[in-house]
């Protein structure tokens, strides 16, 4: 390749690719770890980028915010805070002015009380109900599809299929998800099989030698975390409201 072709030819691996063999060889699913960095990367370039922009701002508006999960990881870090305050402003300024219209609906004569008190009720919970999605969810769905079908893609590749087969394996549920994509999942399904043995199998360990009968034998490092270990593989990501992984 010539040197005024330098960066137009089509890179067989993406950038991905790679991320995902070095996140293999991290403790627990490769696919939460990067997922995390990514969405931490998005919410900081949100509050650069897009923080004054109107049409982000009504999404997250309708979403009324973000999901709990995406909330708190909003909360974490130096200077998300201020940013997050504007986008509660936002959702608390269109839930009270729309409940005020609501409340000020003078009492149609010809119904009861209570019947006011239910169709109150009923369209107060029409304005705190989202309108759509959790935008970070969005993201979130979208890179995992990235990820899992670079995985699914490239498994028989020599490098990727090594770090994967050394790896923690998923967890669950990006498992499931990537048993719904289309490609081969043989290489997959065996490993997630060894994983999901040798978490049992530490499991069964700490349940037996938490029984008082068996207190005097040691666990190892591996059987005393393994009730962790277990929730990231069973559960997904475990969310520390610091950003701690
Ligand atoms: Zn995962
Ligand atoms: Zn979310």
Excluded at 135 to 151: F, W
Excluded at 200 to 210: F, G, L, P, Q, S
Aim: with cysteine.
């Amino acid at each position: 390749m010539g040197i005024g072709n330098r960066g137009l030819g089509i890179e067989k691996y993406s950038r991905t690719y790679f991320d995902l063999i070095e996140a293999f060889k991290q403790p627990d699913c490769a696919v939460c770890r990067l997922i995390d960095d990514a969405v931490y990367q998005y919410i900081d370039i949100f509050i650069y980028e897009n923080i004054t922009n109107v049409a982000r701002r009504q999404e997250i508006r309708e979403a009324r915010l973000f999901c709990s999960l995406h909330t708190t990881k909003f909360m974490s870090g130096y200077g998300r805070l201020i940013s997050l305050a504007t986008l509660e402003q936002d959702v608390l300024n269109d839930v009270l002015r729309s409940a005020s219209r609501v409340l000020a609906n003078p009492l149609p004569k010809h119904w009861r009380v209570t019947g006011f008190l239910r169709g109150a009720s009923r369209a107060l919970r029409r304005v705190i109900r989202p309108t759509r999605n959790c935008t970070l969810c969005d993201y979130e769905q979208s890179m995992e599809r990235v990820m899992l079908g670079t995985l699914i893609q490239f498994i028989d590749e020599p490098d990727i299929r090594a770090s994967f087969e050394g790896s923690a394996g998923l967890c669950m549920p990006h498992y499931y998800m990537g048993l719904g994509m289309s490609g081969r999942h043989e290489r997959i399904i065996t490993v997630q099989q060894a994983v999901m043995t040798r978490v049992k199998a530490d499991i069964d360990e700490y349940v037996r030698k938490r029984n008082p009968l068996y207190r005097d034998q040691d666990m190892n490092e591996d059987e005393a975390a393994a009730p962790t270990r277990a929730a990231k593989l069973i559960s997904g990501r475990i969310v520390h409201s610091d950003g701690r992984w």
